[in-house]
């Protein structure tokens, strides 16, 4: 039979890259299947992914009954939760733990885990959706002890995706964008998260050489001007600058997360994120630096920064 992999967030990026890699490894005849859990498996993009033939399965990261349904006869699972759908960091933590209970409880071979350091224990400031990981990190750590429930943690570095989306650059002129990252010079580790998805694969099919091992993944690390000075000579005319906004002036510009993403920039500046191109390139030997992903993706984002006003 099959190895069933059963993927949290399945229609999200960190979830949907998981999908795409585990599809492609049975297209290519290997021994998996993939459950892929939503909350919705009845909208467009779960009717999707079954028409791609996925078991896909509703689940409610907040009903034990719910993930031990979602994760029953489960080889693998790949877990990551999402702290921006409710801005709590305790109910993060609770789901988190709920599954790894579950999947402990379960027999599951090999658990996953899409983590983050703890900010508040490494810098002294506080950021929820880093910290609330971090914390199911430490509570995986204690599963350890009884060797029942095997496990890798995969950190993501900052998804080259959220550049044209959810951190777009404001438009000062005609084919002029600016961005406000305030990474003071700092280079910043980037990845395309659907390539994440990839590296969990390539743990997946190394289980032994992965166990109870923490990897944190990156396809470049550059600073944002060069970003920007790669994003330019790619889309050009589009020209594209660097603020230098500092992280005191982000916090305060006021939107919904502007202090807790500033507070994560603030760690990406002085926390020092472990995030090892090498060994992302080891687990997923396709994985691309910035300069190849823009060239490869132009017109993608061609037409995301034309839509930006």
Known sequence: MPKVITVFGATG?????VVSALLKAIERGEDYAVRAV???????????????????????????????????????????????????????IDQGKRVVDVCEELGVK???YSGLENVKKSIGIDCG???SKGIVEEYLHTKKLKERLPFTIIRFSF?????????????????TFVYDIPMLDVPMDGIDVKQGGECVYGILENPDAYRYKTIGVSG??????????????????????DSK??????????????????????????????RDRT????????IQRFDVWVKENKEMLEEAYSKIE
């Not at 990026?13 to 890259?17: L, P, R, T």
């Not at 970003?227 to 600058?241: A, G, M, V």
Request: glycine residues 10%; aromatic residues 10%; proline residues 6%.
């Open 13 to 17: 990026g960190q979830g949907g890259g």
């Open 38 to 92: 939503t909350r919705s498996p009845d909208g467009p993009k779960g009717q999707d992914l079954k028409s791609k033939g996925c078991e896909v399965v509703k689940c409610d990261m907040d009903d034990k009954e719910s993930v031990e349904h979602a994760v029953s006869g489960s080889y693998g699972v790949f877990l990551v939760t999402n702290y921006w759908e409710h801005f709590s960091k305790e109910k993060e």
């Open 110 to 112: 090999h658990l996953i």
């Open 129 to 131: 959706h880093f910290d």
């Open 159 to 175: 998804y080259f995706n959220n550049l044209p989306t959810m951190m777009k650059p404001r438009k000062t002129a005609e084919n």
């Open 220 to 241: 470049d690390k550059i600073t944002i001007q060069q970003y920007c000075d790669i994003l330019s000579k790619h889309l050009s005319p589009k020209k594209f600058e």
């Open 245 to 274: 906004i500092t992280l005191d002036v982000y916090r305060g510009l006021g939107f919904p997360g502007a202090v807790e993403i500033g507070n994560m920039f603030e760690f990406y500046v002085r926390g020092k994120p472990d």
């Open 279 to 286: 060994a992302t390139k080891k687990l997923n030997p396709e």
